[in-house]
């Protein structure tokens, strides 16, 4: 029986530099998809299958999806606390991202990401995920390391 509150996730914090911002010192809107990123190859380096093992297994991973939704602003010298949640693993990769001041406590941007498995030598799309990855993410669901 599949625990449905258990997830892989990870956080960072990271101080907002001025040139993410705007003349308003408000972090630009195409920053948070930055934001996400950085929460996002945090989550794969602890998983254990970041972008340089995806090369190296043979698969690449492009976005094919972003949905974001902002609720307030980042400034200049917030500290993000930046959330990523793996909830899709088996046929695609689908990670939901939480942004917050870590400062206040409050939430700034929700957002959700796919990326589709494509096979680097053939090109084409795949309709799983590879072995290596399925492998790396049930051992670690199974270890219940990583409770929401």
């Excluded at 010192?25 to 998809?33: D, L, P, Q, T």
């Excluded at 602003?73 to 793996?86: E, N, P, Q, V, Y």
Aim: net charge negative.
């Amino acid at each position: 029986m599949k625990d449905e509150n258990l997830y892989l996730t990870d956080e960072i914090e990271f101080k907002v530099d001025f040139n993410d911002c705007d003349p308003m010192r408000i972090v630009w809107h195409g920053n948070y998809i930055n934001y996400c990123e950085r929460a996002r190859c945090s989550l794969l380096d602890k998983i254990g299958y970041n972008y340089i093992e995806m090369e190296k297994s043979g698969y690449m991973f492009p976005v094919t999806e972003v949905k974001m939704k902002y609720m307030h602003s980042l400034r200049f010298g917030d500290t993000c606390r930046a959330k990523a949640i793996l909830v899709e693993w088996e046929n695609l990769i689908k990670i939901n991202f939480e942004l917050y001041n870590a400062d206040t406590g409050e939430m700034t941007t929700k957002a959700t990401v796919s990326q589709m498995c494509v096979d680097m030598n053939s090109g084409e799309t795949q309709f799983f995920c590879p072995k290596c990855w399925a492998e790396k993410v049930k051992k670690l669901l199974e270890s219940g390391g990583f409770r929401k």
